[in-house]
T-cell receptor
């Protein structure tokens, strides 16, 4: 099976702009999570979608939003970009059948640089 | 709430030496614990996971971890380091199978020739 794919891999935006990142999960995986990775804050959970519904949410401002489509592909959007939004954004998917725990499979990430 | 603490942001070992990366957890419920590895410019790859079926968990690439409830620890070990093991390692905890992962701050492993 193909792994989790994320597009684009690299992105440069200007402060105040908005950005949309895309994630395609492993086929058959209905759960998609997003994480932000920065040198200062480490890996932080943004949100999780399951069957097109947001199931869990981290502690990020409303500028960060996401959605999931019927084919389980997910997008996250960041509006009014700030310099501090520069980070590696990781998408992860998992298959939830049988007893847990359900490991998450990560994509290669999108490196966002805000100037 | 769950949390993990990784002791040592950088660990350096010689090739062939024992690798020991420390992780202590805090959880109000029996935790699910994971170790992930991240190579430069890549995402995270699962090394192993604790499922409560056995306290000693074997993972990929010769790594293993032992769950010690009395010490709230889940340290990662490998008997003999290889140059290709140089990467950043993350310990993570989840309170239930469907909750988000809470990651430790990571430990960068350097392997000296």
């Amino acid at each position: 099976k193909a792994g989790v794919t994320q597009t684009p891999r690299y992105l440069i935006k200007t402060r105040g702009q908005q950005v949309t990142l895309s994630c395609s999960p492993i086929s058959g995986h209905r759960s998609v999570s997003w994480y932000q990775q920065t040198p200062g804050q480490g890996l932080q959970f943004l949100f999780e979608y399951f069957s097109e519904t947001q199931r869990n949410k981290g502690n990020f401002p409303g500028r960060f939003s996401g959605r999931q489509f019927s084919n389980s592909r997910s997008e996250m959007n960041v509006s009014t970009l700030e310099l501090g939004d520069s980070a590696l954004y990781l998408c992860a998917s998992r298959h939830e059948e049988g007893p847990g725990p359900y490991e998450q499979y990560f994509g290669p990430g999108t490196r966002l640089t805000v100037t | 709430a769950q949390s993990v603490t990784q002791l040592g942001s950088h660990v350096s070992v010689s090739e062939g030496a024992l690798v020991l990366l420390r992780c202590n957890y805090s959880s109000s419920v029996p935790p699910y614990l994971f170790w992930y590895v991240q190579y430069p410019n890549q995402g995270l790859q699962l090394l192993l996971k604790y499922t409560s079926a056995a306290t000693l968990v074997k993972g990929i690439n010769g790594f293993e971890a032992e769950f010690k409830k009395s010490e709230t620890s889940f340290h990662l070990t490998k008997p003999s380091a290889h140059m290709s093991d140089a990467a950043e390692y993350f310990c993570a905890v989840s309170g239930t199978g469907r909750r988000a992962l809470t990651f430790g701050s990571g430990t960068r492993l350097q392997v000296q020739p």
